[in-house]
């Protein structure tokens, strides 16, 4: 067995295999006892199935049922087009991490841990007893129940307030995206975004064939300048953009941003999409662009991000002129948003438990983003009084690091952070990643988690070493 000390990302062929039992088993075993011993460490890349079953005599099968093995104990971690890697060993580490967990997970957006649960237990309980019990598993409206959509305003409110009849109720807000890209766009369309975007939305260009445009941004978002240019230069007519507590930099536009990207979109005939799902992290942000032109905007939001992401409720308002087009969209697609889940999640807007679940949100948001800030301050910008926190931040790179350097080395040392292609719309993007703290389960395992970004960002890169 080899394995390098240094750069940690030497190869790793298994040796003393045990005689008896399966070959894949043992082979398993040897990974494992390796990593208790110390001599095989975190972000180490596996042979390639073929080269390993070449170099032990073993035939590729048997390679592939030992990796698969590992993957299922939490050993290594499979990812397409890498390879295999070694997950992260916590050894005297936190005690929510095990010797079998896996990496701290500073990749996922979503807050931490809390009484989700257990509210959404006693909804989905309480269901039976609904004296619409029965009827949430007919066929009802497409654009769902008019009690359900009354409560979806609420949730959208008050900053924005369309009429009721122009909302659709959607499985989650990625659906609600999906609805409004087919209304707008064809394949081979431009779509116009920040030159980091959401990776769902670059989920969804590239399932539609659309062809993206990234557009200048700083600490507000999108540069007015820079999305009048782009309007210029390519005829785009569609914009999509994310104005409050943006994904990945956690921007937020001040009220005269909104107004100027208003302004464009009116001028060059520009549709926008405008994604808010985090505004119950921010609600003493401005107006959304929505209620400046409600006409030609699309506006998304959901439960799902407060919530859980499973609770696949999201909300989208669409100008009058396509409301009967996404409604038959709705149709097409999904018929209805699921109504017994739908009713679980304006349940909870109704009898109040979403909005104190949001209040204690905001301050795990808070309390969370003052710890990133405390151990990673010195790569960070400062933070005004009017920022939003929500539950991830962008770190900018020293130079000499690139974002895929950065995010392979602090795997190899034991955190997760979501690759850079997941959110830079092309080459041109700023060197960065995306720091998320809702994932980890304690405030403890999200110190020791950015302790270690802070400690990669003060050695050199590994395109600054030299090597003899």
């Known amino acids: 067995m080899t394995a390098g000390t240094g750069n940690r990302m030497a190869e790793w062929i298994p040796s003393r295999l045990r005689r008896n039992g399966p070959r894949y088993l043992a082979i398993v075993d040897a990974l494992q006892n390796d990593l208790q011993n110390g001599t095989l460490y975190a972000g180490t890349r596996l042979l390639p199935h073929r080269e390993l079953a070449s170099r032990l005599g073993l035939s590729i099968g048997t390679i592939s049922k030992a990796y698969a093995e590992a993957e299922?104990?939490?050993?290594v971690v499979g990812m397409v087009g890498r390879g295999t890697f070694v997950r992260h060993r916590s050894g005297s580490g936190s005690a929510s991490q095990s010797a079998h967990s896996a990496a701290?997970?500073?990749?996922?957006?979503?807050?931490?841990?809390?009484?989700?649960?257990?509210?959404?237990?006693e909804r989905f309980a309480a269901l039976p007893e609904h004296p619409d019990f029965r009827n949430l598993f007919a066929y009802l409206p497409h654009q769902g129940l008019r009690r359900h959509r009354e409560a979806a305003l609420q949730w959208i409110g008050p900053h924005f307030t369309p009429p009721l009849d122009q909302l659709l109720i959607c499985q989650g807000a990625q659906?609600?995206?999906?609805?409004?890209?087919s209304l707008v766009t064809r394949p081979g369309d431009t779509v116009l975004a920040e030159c980091l975007t959401y990776s769902g939305m670059k989920a969804l260009a590239a399932h539609r064939g659309i062809n993206l445009v990234g557009l200048a941004i700083d600490r507000e978002g999108l540069l007015p300048d820079a999305l009048e240019e782009a309007c210029k230069r390519t005829g785009a007519r569609v914009l999509y953009t994310m104005?409050?507590?943006?994904?990945p930099t956690a921007s937020t536009m001040s009220r005269q941003r909104r107004i100027e990207i208003a302004?464009?979109?009116e001028r060059y005939d520009l549709l926008v999409i405008e994604d808010d799902v985090y505004h119950f992290l921010a609600p003493a942000t401005p107006p959304p662009v929505a209620a400046l032109i409600p006409e030609r905007c699309f506006y998304v939001s959901s439960l799902?991000?407060?919530?859980a992401p499973g609770l696949r409720v999201g909300f989208l308002v669409p100008p009058a002129r396509y409301l009967d087009r996404a409604v038959l969209a709705m149709r097409a697609t999904a018929w209805m948003a699921t109504p017994a889940m739908v009713e679980v999640g304006c349940g909870m807007i109704d009898n109040g438990s979403l909005w104190k679940l949001a209040e204690k949100r905001r301050s795990e948001a808070a309390q969370r983003r003052n710890v990133a800030y405390e151990i990673l301050g010195e790569g960070l910008p400062p933070v005004g009084d009017a920022d939003a926190a929500g539950f991830h931040l962008w770190l900018p790179l020293p130079k000499?690091?690139?974002?895929?350097q950065f995010v392979l080395s602090a795997r190899?040392?034991?955190?997760?952070?979501a690759p850079p292609e997941a959110v830079a719309v092309d080459e041109t993007s700023p060197e960065g990643v995306r720091v998320c703290f809702g994932a980890p389960e304690t405030v403890r395992d999200l110190r020791t988690g950015l302790g270690i970004l802070r400690d990669l960002l003060r050695v050199p890169s590994p395109s600054a070493l030299s090597f003899v």
């Not at 000499?400 to 895929?404: E, H, I, L, V």
Request: proline fraction near 12%; charged fraction near 15%.
């Open 72 to 75: 299922r104990r939490g050993l």
């Open 104 to 121: 701290i997970p500073l990749d996922l957006n979503v807050p931490p841990p809390g009484p989700e649960i257990e509210l959404l237990s």
């Open 175 to 181: 659906h609600a995206m999906s609805l409004a890209f």
């Open 243 to 247: 104005p409050t507590l943006h994904s």
């Open 263 to 265: 302004e464009i979109a």
């Open 304 to 307: 799902s991000k407060c919530v």
């Open 400 to 404: 000499g690091w690139t974002a895929g």
């Open 412 to 417: 190899r040392d034991g955190v997760n952070l």
